[in-house]
């Protein structure tokens, strides 16, 4: 299947800091890719849609402000933690589709973000 | 009501069972759906794409219900292996692409 390479998968901060997370799809190109938030024993809750060269779409509670996305290529999009505080500490997932027909979406690894 | 639920188990059952999961969606316009699998701490993968006639993979049969809006996956022959969280998975695609996850229902085969 596709493969989407998400970096860092570890990543430990201190409060106030800002931290950018990367998707990308390796060997496809993906019109759209999502970024989700997952707590433990929690399910994936969905955070935006990112449609590459257009702004992205928040869900409902998902400050836009604090969950920057930009997804400047078809084949990268990145997630920036603003001002990160403890409770931002989650594990995020990217995916991304192929295209815009009823295709599934492939997953970056994660990032497992911890703020101290 | 949430856009897709699932019960979110866990389901124990014993090696060679037969067991199976229902999701329900709130989109009637929803088009596409899927069940993902996940295992602790690592990102979901696919594990079938979900059509309109049906479908099955080995051990792994999927169904859709468009009247009453839900998907099912029923697992046969349960193996340790099986163990995970399975993650219902439904493109709304109002407009947008949105794929929204159900909670997830965690099993749990047993020897």
């Known amino acids: 299947g596709a493969v989407v390479s998400q970096h860092p998968s570890r990543v430990i901060c201190k409060s106030g800091t800002s931290v950018k997370i990367e998707c990308r799809s390796l060997?496809?190109?993906?019109?759209?890719m999502f970024w989700y938030r997952q707590f433990p024993k929690k399910s994936l809750m969905l955070m935006a849609t990112?449609?590459?060269?257009?702004?992205?779409?928040?869900e409902q509670g998902v400050e836009k402000d604090k969950f920057l996305i930009n997804h400047a290529s078809l084949t990268l999009s990145t997630l920036t933690v603003t001002s990160a505080h403890p409770e931002d500490s989650s594990f995020y997932i990217c995916?991304?589709?192929?295209?815009?027909?009823?295709?599934?979406?492939?997953f970056g690894q994660g990032t497992r973000l911890t703020v101290v | 009501r949430k856009e897709v639920e699932q019960d979110p188990g866990p389901f124990n059952v014993p090696e060679g069972a037969t067991v199976a999961f229902n999701c329900t969606y709130s989109?009637?316009?929803?088009?596409?759906f899927f069940w993902y699998r996940q295992d602790c701490r690592k990102e979901p993968k696919l594990l079938m794409s979900?059509?309109?006639s049906g479908n099955e993979d080995g051990r792994f049969t999927a169904q859709l219900n468009r009247a009453s809006q839900y998907i099912s996956l029923l697992i046969r022959d349960s193996k340790l292996s099986d163990s995970a969280t399975y993650l219902c998975?439904?493109?709304?695609?109002?407009?947008?692409?949105?794929?929204?996850f159900g909670t997830g229902t965690r099993l749990l085969v047993s020897p």
């Open positions: 995916s991304a589709k192929i295209s815009t027909g009823n295709t599934e979406a492939f």
């Open positions: 979900v059509y309109s």
């Open positions: 998975v439904v493109n709304m695609n109002t407009g947008f692409q949105k794929l929204v």
């Open positions: 990112s449609n590459e060269g257009s702004k992205a779409t928040y």
């Open positions: 989109n009637s316009a929803s088009q596409s």
């Open positions: 060997d496809f190109q993906a019109t759209t």
